[in-house]
């Protein structure tokens, strides 16, 4: 029989984890990005049902089915390029995300902002297709810098990372609707994505090159 491998601790994974930045920044951007759809998936429902008027089915499936069918489309596309891509430069996955971030921050607004249902669908279609972007690349990017061995590891505290913050958000958003309605929601989800988009930028910027594994 061979050699059993060592076992690897919390502690290992701990310090390993603290030292690698791009773990770090993209766990919080994986956050952030859960807080939004969490606080849409939530709220989004009742939004389109007291904002137009639509029946409570109508409205579930609207604020579904747009959004998803977009999401399947661009995961596919987005998967598909950023294969190639990565082939001659690992940073476009992180990139990739970045986009998928930033370029779906103003659809959010769109829907949350237009008196028009139709133009409002386009929003929930524009942002399903940008996250689905972001999606193509979640796990992909993030084993780009980490070695295999701390790989489960890595996943789950970037996993876990998510649970806490987007837990949050059907409470905060609550709070908000409460307070000046969903529409000042919304263009909070938004801004909470470009403050994801801008930590991906500063993770291929400045902290990928570093912590890239070499296969």
């Not at 919080?28 to 807080?35: P, R």
């Not at 008027?53 to 399947?72: K, T």
């Not at 409470?171 to 263009?187: C, D, H, N, R, Y």
Request: proline share 3%; with cysteine; glycine share 10%.
């Amino acid at each position: 029989e061979g050699e059993k491998e060592p076992k690897v601790s919390f502690r290992q994974v701990a310090r390993y984890a603290a030292g690698n930045r791009t773990l770090l920044l993209m766990s919080i951007a994986f956050g952030l990005m859960v807080f939004t759809l969490l606080g849409y998936l939530t709220w989004m429902p009742t939004f389109l049902h007291e904002k137009f008027d639509l029946s409570l089915s109508n409205a579930g499936f609207s604020s579904m089915f747009y959004h998803h069918l977009l999401a399947f489309g661009g995961v596919l596309m987005a998967g598909k390029v950023s294969d190639n891509l990565a082939k001659k430069n690992k940073r476009s996955r992180v990139n990739f995300k970045m986009v998928g971030m930033l370029l779906g921050a103003p659809f959010i607004v769109l829907m949350g902002i237009t008196p028009n249902l139709w133009w409002c669908y386009v929003g929930l279609a524009g942002y399903g297709f940008f996250r689905g972007i972001y999606d193509s690349n979640l796990f992909a990017a993030l084993y780009e810098v980490i070695v295999p061995e701390y790989r489960a590891s890595a996943t789950g505290i970037m996993i876990s990372f998510a649970f806490i913050v987007g837990a949050l958000a059907p409470v905060i958003l609550g709070w908000i609707k409460q307070t000046t309605g969903l529409e000042v929601a919304m263009v909070l989800l938004c801004g909470v994505q470009v403050v994801a988009a801008l930590l991906l930028w500063m993770a291929s910027r400045y902290t990928f090159e570093k912590d890239q594994v070499n296969e």
